[in-house]
């Protein structure tokens, strides 16, 4: 049994992340998900909370019926990046092969002895940065995240908190 | 739907731990399970990593198909009490009701306006004392930790890991 | 007996602070001033100790007789914002109404369940920015100062300070 | 003018810390108290918040009327001892004089240049471990606390908090 | 006997330093140099660990016969300016003199009692920022640094090192 | 060219580590030594600073000639016992052997793939506890601890810094 690790901010999570998932799912058997910068919230590139965007990614896991073949788990920043893949590793069940496209992970993860693969989603067009701004914009982001994720964020109406944290943002 | 909430630290999870979860299943329809002292391993009262822990509670709820209806969460310590209702509620999906037998936590989630609940377990006799204990002198833990559970601490060899940090202890 | 709460940096404490306090004190009985980010100093935005600002403001609020109606609390950053309302819970005495013109700070404070209210200054074009660079150039401040500020502000040469920090910004 | 420093952990306040600073007051024009392990709470020794600390010791100078006397500041832990005194000065309002009976706090500060002064305290048989056990046990504290004390810790119900406590160590 | 105190973040180390390090070394018996920032690597300002800093500062030493007149510690940032100096000097020998051109170190360490000397260095065309284009462009740095730290670099692969953390930075 | 690393707390330097260094140094050309718990002074446990440890330790090696074969390195404690061996790695030249008789350090390393050989003392009878007892004594810690230790000691008032923290100690 092979077990991959793909590594994100998700803020929040979309269907580039979500495709690169299910592409990535097809050389693996099982796939730890970490949700990078966990303490990180209620900020401007950082709204949601790493409990927010674990229940966004399992709904949308559920979703598709692959939430059996997913870890996820939460991992906060470690400023000495000489120990983050350690970090990685003792918060994750074990894995072998890396998905990823950042050239600074696959070198610290290359240089540990791990095969790592590069990160193909069909969906090229949708970042975390515009589905943020569509939400700020009260306009839809219907397409751009998994309907699991578009129904979580109406719920906890995700409009008002990016809303209050760019204001903050301005005034200072 | 009605999700709970249910802490330890799982050193290792056990038939105790799992019965526990059994029973609370029973009352809610999701779960929270928080792998507590996230950061603490290689050490006599925590010998395993989060991840470690992670996989081997995955595992046991994969066996016993419970696996869909639950979030394994890694959550570090605190050392500011006051603040550990919150970072648990930053790091975990929404709940509702806590499963604890501990006054503090109790105290600390009913202040905070949650529905607090005993944790019910039919199988008082172990704890993961005894279970590093029996793993130390070699003998078997069959029947005290799930089987998934006893593979998996045969896989990684939990009995040297825990005789090397033993050894260590003595000798300071 | 009602409390407010009122928190700033206070870099250096200012007029329009001042004025801001005393409206907000027709509201309530006694007020908690949070002196926030109080590790910082020696730095542009931060010159002053949290010693020094807590000196400040009671010397300024001995001075109109109402030291006696305030608590002031340093507290330092938190980096996890989910936790930040709850830092300050824990540091300040008890409170009921929290005074901000700030609007995470209102979020945060609303969804624990607290009265928040815009905080009215008359006194609307002083700002610590603006006072920086007076002490910089060697120009006067009074008046946009508490006088007991401006003395106290000159008694620990807080113009060699400020010059020593900028010349330290500019030559990386 | 010249102003002390008188550092405790105050869990809680009692009647031998009041006494010891009414007596070094007479020494000192004004004094800092500064409320150490600022961060600690909710456990066996340290049961109260900082600002539970703050609001206590606040009620308590204002009944003898010398709140106008003194800072309160808060100040957390620091690992490192050598940066310990260099914190304080940090945190607090400039001073002159330490009073403490603690050999270690005398030797930091003398090494720094400061006068150090023993405290002395007529009421000899209160310490904070009495005051908590009584407190558990349902007994009157009169006496051994400032009254104002007395009916803080009533209103915040000191008993059920130190009882939750002491039940969770119990049982770890 | 005397010694100096020579602080930076020596990335690399260039023969700015070591001609700064000569010249100072005529006024003092011995200096301690000081890797700050230690905790920083694999970052585009902070490429190196604070070993292979301390590998190629010694390399560079030992060709000029000076390893024995030198100590090499290794200082990670602290957050709180106010403790910096107190810092250094818990993990340095004991020094007398301070050589810095930074107008805040100076200040600092002039408060607590230490003199002070500007560096003096007769390279003045070479920074780090200069010998790490060179580095990433695949230009030759001989002359820039000392040979001994060319040879380190080049053995470490410092070019790969240094585009991997560029085109990180770069995506996001 | 061969390396070793040889992890101590050092508090202080004795005949036991020197004569183990002495050893070991037969089968490396060059030695790293740790300065282990690198914070951590003025405690009973870990009386004497980073900086005098680093001093007293240097100054021994010059007494026998070998300092220009050694690194010496101040390393902080980390929590994450999982992340140890890759802290020392990053704030350590690069080294392929290390010396210790800690069963953990063993087992930490040699997952990592290092070499792992015993130190090997022909003075055992002394330790650091011993000595710190015979200071504080009074007594003679002549042969124990080489002798440019023991001049170093004596500078720094090493009796007086441990009898005011063993009485804090008491006092608690």
Known sequence: MKRGLFVGRFQPYHMGHHNALLNALREVDEMVIVVGSAKESFQPQNPFTAGERIEMISAALKEDGIFGKCYIIAVDDIS???LWSQRIKSYSPRFEVVFTNNPLVK???EADGYTVK?????IKQ?????VRE???????????VPSAVESFLRKINARKRIESILKDEEKQ
């Not at 590069?118 to 069909?122: G, I, R, T």
């Not at 949708?126 to 515009?130: A, E, I, L, R, Y």
């Not at 569509?134 to 751009?144: P, V, W, Y």
Request: cysteine-free; proline content about 0%; glycine content about 12%.
């Open 134 to 144: 569509k939400i700020t914009k009260g306009e839809s982001i219907g397409g751009m």
């Open 80 to 82: 000495e990046y000489a």
């Open 126 to 130: 949708v970042d975390s940065t515009k």
């Open 107 to 109: 070198e610290l993860f």
């Open 118 to 122: 590069k990160l193909v989603s069909n």
